[in-house]
């Protein structure tokens, strides 16, 4: 990790505090007593606001994964339909595997979209991103990968 990632600021949505990880439970077991419903449901540590996305994010992986997936997936429509079409009224005879294979790509392609268009968005609501996004991909996979290897490290 670098001096800069330690000291970047924290964006709204993130925890302020880490979680405590629960007391291990002990092999013997304890018989509780009954609670009532009210004490059973405690408050969270974080309220749903406190934990939301800003809107002026969310809307923007909103755009991005519409732009991502969308394109492309509406690409595997129209070539199952222009490919119908050209078979039903043209001499034309696509082989059946090359539309099956246009189409897994192009679809597989919407999905990828989908992780890369929530990936590739600002995270800061007062900056907008570039168009790509590419370099706010890098930053927030970068952000994944770290909270990924501090989990590891916590469960072993």
């Not at 890098?138 to 989990?151: D, F």
């Amino acid at each position: 990790m670098s001096a800069e990632e330690s000291e970047r600021s924290p964006l709204p949505f993130e925890r302020k505090t880490k979680r405590q990880k629960p007391p291990k439970a002990i092999s013997k077991p304890q018989s509780q007593p009954k609670t009532s419903g009210k004490e059973a449901s405690k408050q969270p540590p974080f309220s749903k606001e406190e934990m939301a996305i800003p809107q002026a994010v969310s809307q923007r992986m909103i755009r991005r994964v519409a732009g991502f997936c969308g394109i492309p997936t509406a690409l595997g429509i129209t070539t199952l339909v222009v490919s119908y079409l050209l078979t039903m009224y043209s001499d034309i005879k696509l082989p059946p595997i090359a539309v099956l294979l246009a189409n897994m790509g192009l679809f597989g392609l919407g999905v990828v979209g989908i992780t890369y268009g929530v990936l590739s968005a600002s995270w800061d609501e007062e900056r907008m991103g570039s168009l790509l996004g590419l370099s706010e991909f890098m930053t927030n996979w970068g952000r994944m990968v770290e909270v990924w290897r501090e989990t590891r490290q916590k469960k072993l």
